[in-house]
């Protein structure tokens, strides 16, 4: 069952430090790339992923093209995709044992979401951090 209840939202919020941003966008009108820049201002390192934009700067960091060419481990992998593409995504997070999937408002897999839970990774589907942090009042890693 993904996590929905405040606790357990709050609790991985205030624990995440690193997030990978897959389906990140250069375009500033888009989500992806305004919720990028405001948990960058909470304090989060976000590293986009998106396979289009591999090797370009987007708001100070570096593009990847895959989950599996991140530079560092992140805490978890913040989906930005129809919910027909996240299977890859999710099966690769479970792979590289990253430790959360959180899936934006408008993306719900819950196959995916049971099969990364029964891999022991945390779910979060149907939401957005840059909601959550102020009406849960994470404390996040600026904070």
């Not at 530079?71 to 479970?94: K, N, Q, S």
């Not at 979401?113 to 102020?134: S, T, Y």
Request: hydrophobic letters at 45%.
């Amino acid at each position: 069952m993904p996590l929905s209840s405040p606790d357990q939202l709050r609790s991985l919020l205030e624990n995440v430090r690193t997030i990978a941003l897959v389906g990140a966008s250069e375009k500033t009108h888009r989500p992806s790339h305004d919720v990028m820049a405001y948990l960058q201002r909470q304090g989060y390192r976000v590293i986009p992923v998106n396979p289009r934009l591999a090797g370009k700067t987007l708001l100070g960091e570096t593009v990847v093209a895959e989950l599996k060419d991140l530079p560092v481990p992140v805490d978890m992998a913040d989906l930005f995709l129809a919910p027909e593409r996240t299977d890859p995504i999710i099966d690769a997070a479970i792979e590289l044992g990253i430790p959360a999937v959180w899936m934006q408002i408008g993306v719900i897999n819950s196959a995916g979401a049971a099969r990364a839970e029964a891999a022991g990774l945390r779910v979060v589907m149907d939401r957005c951090p840059k909601q959550e942090i102020p009406r849960l009042g994470v404390h996040t890693p600026a904070a």
